[in-house]
């Protein structure tokens, strides 16, 4: 299996760092070909702008959309941004690994997500959902979160975790073909003991080891 984790944290020493470290080891010593992203040691930039592209279909009003279909069409991404793309092409599993920060994605990985998903290549002329691009991959979130799981449910102070993520899960992965598998969440580690800590990776580890088998969630609707 082609697993492409995409690694969002500005810290690699991190528990986000630790989680990254322990998905890339164990997956390799699975058999599994991995590639990455590593945003932040990338210095990847998250601004969609003409430098993804490297000729123009209209030099006067600037469409992203369009010039991504113009890109698809004419080999014309940048090959910064065309390697991405091809790795999100080739991959069988993707996962995004990431703090989750003012409940969303950080905003490197979401300008990752801006650029990489290109129009024509990710989506586009009536593939979405079950006539998607992706159909037949799968992606996940390992994220982070601030505080502890008490508050990450309904009626919680924070509200249901799922209906937070529901927007990346729905909008990003199912919306481009992926089936979502279940997220794997850990809750405010670094309000926890080292043990704990090495028990999550040690669960996370244990998961990935048979992550080929699992099946895909329901991750239902906006609202």
Do not use: C
């Amino acid at each position: 299996m082609n697993v492409l984790i995409v690694f969002a944290h500005p810290e690699p020493k991190s528990f986000n760092g630790a989680l990254f470290n322990t998905a890339v080891d164990t997956l390799t010593a699975a058999g599994h070909t991995v590639v990455t992203s590593d945003l932040y040691a990338m210095d990847f930039d998250p601004n969609s702008s003409r430098a993804n592209f490297v000729a123009q279909k209209d030099p006067d009003f600037f469409k992203p959309q369009l010039e991504e279909r113009h890109a698809t069409a004419t080999r014309g991404f940048a090959p910064e941004l065309e390697a991405e793309i091809r790795k999100l092409e080739n991959a069988d599993l993707v996962i995004f690994q990431f703090p989750l920060w003012w409940f969303a994605l950080p905003a490197i990985l979401k300008g990752w997500v801006d650029r990489v998903f290109a129009m024509g290549r990710a989506y586009g002329s009536g593939r979405i959902y079950d006539k998607g691009f992706f159909v037949a991959k799968r992606a996940m979130l390992s994220f982070t979160t601030g505080g502890f799981q008490p508050s990450y449910v309904t009626g919680g102070e924070e509200g249901d975790i799922l209906a937070i993520v529901r927007p990346i899960h729905r909008g990003i992965f199912l919306f481009t073909g992926f089936s979502v598998l279940a997220p794997a969440i850990h809750y405010g580690p670094a309000r926890v003991e080292p043990s704990q800590r090495q028990q999550w990776l040690d669960e996370w580890a244990k998961r990935l080891r048979s992550i080929e088998d699992e099946q895909p969630i329901d991750v239902g609707p906006y609202a």
